[in-house]
C-alpha cells in the first residue's frame, strides 16, 4: 500500500547533536513537507520542496536543514543551533494537481524528537 | 504568516451529542481542509473543501466553506467514543492554480465525549 514512512518513531538527542529525522513516500508525490507540532498548537511549517533539488524555508526554519536529492525522500536534520527541539514532528506530501478536485496532503505518523 | 483562529480549543460532550467547531481566517484561502489526529499519529484528511459556499458531508461529519473564504465550520452529529482526538482546521495557499501549496493549520480542538 502507498504511504508516507518515518522513522524512527522515537528519538533521544543529547544536547549539541544533529539528528536526522526520516521521510520515505510511495505516492509518487512531487511535494514534501515538514511539519512541527507542539502540544496546544496547531502544525507550524519547517520547510517544504516541490521538486527535487530544491526547497523552501517554512515559518520556523532556524535550526533546521532538509535535502531533496530523491522524489521519495525529505530528510530532516534538526541542528544543534535549535534551540528547544523537542516536539512531535510530521512530515507530509501532496500531489501537484492543476486544480484536481481529488486534493491529496497525506502525513506520516510522525517523529517524536526529545533532547536529554 | 497567516493564522487560523480555532474554536474551541476543547470540548467535553456525552455520546450522541452533536459537535461544532469553527475556524476564522484574517486572510483568504482558496482551500479548507478538516482533519482528525488520533494521539501519536499523524493527522487524517476528514474533509475537503474547494469553493466558497460549498458544504460536504462524510457520514456524520458536515463542513462547510465560508462565503467569503476567511472561515469554515465543523459539525460531527451524534458523537460517539472514537470520536474522541484533535480536529485541526487547515487553509491552503494555492499558487498559480496548482493544488498543492503550505497549509496554515488552525490551533485544534481537543475533543473528548463520555460514553
Known amino acids: 500500500d502507498g504511504g508516507i514512512t518515518q522513522s524512527p518513531k522515537y528519538l533521544f538527542r543529547k544536547e549539541g547533536q544533529n539528528v536526522t529525522l526520516s521521510c520515505e513516500q510511495n505516492l509518487n508525490h512531487d511535494a514534501m513537507y515538514w511539519y512541527r507540532q507542539d502540544p496546544g498548537q496547531g502544525l507550524r511549517l519547517i520547510y517544504y520542496s516541490q521538486i527535487v533539488n530544491d526547497f523552501q524555508k517554512g515559518d520556523i526554519a532556524e535550526g533546521y536543514s532538509v535535502s531533496r536529492e530523491k522524489k521519495e525522500s525529505f530528510p530532516l536534520t534538526v541542528t544543534s543551533a535549535q534551540k528547544n527541539p523537542t516536539a512531535f514532528y510530521l512530515c507530509?506530501?501532496?500531489?501537484?494537481?492543476?486544480?484536481?478536485?481529488?486534493?491529496?496532503?497525506?502525513f506520516g505518523s510522525g517523529t517524536r524528537l526529545t533532547v536529554v | 504568516g497567516q493564522q487560523l483562529n480555532q474554536s474551541p480549543q476543547s470540548m467535553f460532550i456525552q455520546e450522541g451529542e452533536d459537535v461544532s467547531m469553527n475556524c476564522t481566517s484574517s486572510s483568504i484561502f482558496n482551500t479548507w481542509l478538516w482533519y482528525k489526529q488520533d494521539p501519536g499519529e499523524g493527522p487524517v484528511l476528514l474533509i475537503a473543501l474547494y469553493k466558497a459556499g460549498e458544504l460536504t458531508s462524510n457520514g456524520r461529519l458536515t463542513a462547510q466553506f465560508g462565503i467569503t473564504r476567511k472561515d469554515s465550520f465543523l459539525n460531527i452529529s451524534a458523537s460517539i467514543p472514537s470520536d474522541v482526538g484533535i480536529y485541526f482546521c487547515a487553509g491552503l495557499e494555492n499558487a498559480g492554480g496548482t493544488s498543492y501549496g503550505k497549509l496554515t493549520f488552525g490551533q485544534g480542538t481537543i475533543l473528548t465525549v463520555h460514553p
Open positions: 507530509a506530501s501532496s500531489t501537484a494537481g492543476q486544480g484536481r478536485s481529488d486534493y491529496g496532503y497525506t
